[in-house]
């Protein structure tokens, strides 16, 4: 079955870390950007971050950048974020999503992705 599947999530205090990680099972994603969206309770889906196949290029929403880093391994088929001083914004169910795109580029969030995953809930309480 081909599918991603999210886990890292959890509940943190403020100022706390998490990492996330999406890994591919049945399907390689040596060619496949990855995008990781989030969305919280009424709120619409939120990009924030991606890399592109290689890993060369990457991209984070205003929101996260000098928190979040997304890196991938390859080899362990898994795409990594990196979430440091987590804030109750934050709190949100956490997707990563996949698309097939051989270029340096990659897109956060939209609806031509070829693989979504289930989400793991991230939840930033004090």
């Known amino acids: 079955q081909l599918q991603l599947v999210e886990s890292g999530g959890g509940s943190v205090q403020p100022g706390g870390s998490l990492r996330l990680s999406c890994t591919a099972s049945g399907f390689t994603l040596d060619y496949f950007a990855i995008g990781w969206f989030r969305q919280a309770p009424g709120k619409g889906p939120e990009g924030v971050s991606c890399i592109s196949s290689k890993g060369d290029s990457t991209d984070y929403a205003d929101s996260v950048k000098g928190r979040f880093a997304i890196s991938r391994d390859n080899a362990e088929n898994t795409v990594y974020l990196q979430m440091n001083n987590l804030k109750p914004e934050d709190t949100a169910v956490y997707y990563c999503?996949?698309?097939?795109?051989?270029?340096?580029?990659?897109?956060?969030?939209?609806?031509?992705?070829?693989?979504w995953g289930q989400g793991t809930q991230v939840t930033v309480s004090s």
């Open positions: 999503t996949a698309r097939f795109l051989l270029q340096s580029s990659c897109v956060m969030y939209d609806s031509r992705q070829d693989y």
